[in-house]
């Protein structure tokens, strides 16, 4: 069965420098969640899209934005990077519901140096 | 919104035990599912099983099962027979059947099965 997919895997960056993760959910899932889980923490909620419309806001940074777009996938735009955004950044995919529980990616991983 | 408590940072237990984690949960919603999902080191997050709030029996999946306490908002994980490949850390999460609501979890478990 198809899969959440992320790219890139991993992605190394420098601080003040931009990056973009971006995700592609599973096909017919409506909506898409982006999470960030630090070194030894639970994921965080960042934002998520429904029908490519913006559906919830968490703790995000204003130097991140998010867009869903007409096919579905979804791009994480970081900007200004700190090293304290070094993380697992995960895309989840669902539908409306959520009853299932989402299907996540295997997650990128941002090290900023 | 709702809060999802894991007590337990860590455990560890024999190869072929059982072993129960710990979730406690807090939500003004009627309408709600668990989970729990597992996280081994290739940081993939895979789903083992979920609950319906309004369903009275446990979900039980293969080697996995859990204890569902709605009046006291628990929601244990048992592992039976464990396995070397259920080391993992072990999320216990929460969303509300009621839109597009955010997943949130606890603060998760190591576990670690010992040969």
């Known amino acids: 069965a198809a899969g959440v997919i992320q790219s890139p895997r991993h992605l190394i960056k420098e601080k003040r420098e931009t990056a973009t993760l971006k995700c592609y959910p599973i096909p017919r899932h409506d909506t898409v969640y982006w999470y960030q889980q630090g070194p030894g923490q639970d994921p965080q909620f960042l934002i998520s899209f429904y029908e490519k419309m913006q559906s919830d806001k968490g703790s995000i940074p204003d130097r991140f934005s998010a867009q869903q777009f007409s096919d579905y996938h979804s791009e994480l735009n970081m900007s200004s990077l700190e090293l304290g955004d070094s993380a697992l950044y995960f895309c989840?995919?669902?539908?409306?519901?959520?009853?299932?529980?989402?299907?996540f990616g295997s997650g990128t991983r941002l090290t900023v140096v | 919104a709702q809060t999802v408590t894991q007590s337990q940072p860590e455990m560890s237990v024999q190869e072929a035990e059982t072993v129960t984690l710990s979730c406690t949960y807090d939500?003004?919603?009627?309408?709600?599912?668990l989970f729990w999902y597992k996280q081994p080191p290739s940081r993939q997050m895979i789903l083992v099983i979920r609950q319906e709030a309004y369903k009275q029996q446990n979900a039980t999946e293969n080697r996995f099962s859990v204890n569902f306490q709605k009046a006291a908002k628990s929601f244990s994980l048992k592992i039976s027979d464990s396995q070397l490949g259920d080391t993992a850390m072990y999320f216990c999460a929460c969303i509300s059947n009621f839109g597009n609501e955010k997943l949130t979890f606890g603060t998760g478990t190591r576990l670690t099965i010992i040969p």
């Open positions: 939500t003004s919603e009627n309408n709600y599912y």
């Open positions: 989840a995919s669902s539908l409306r519901t959520g009853g299932n529980g989402y299907t």
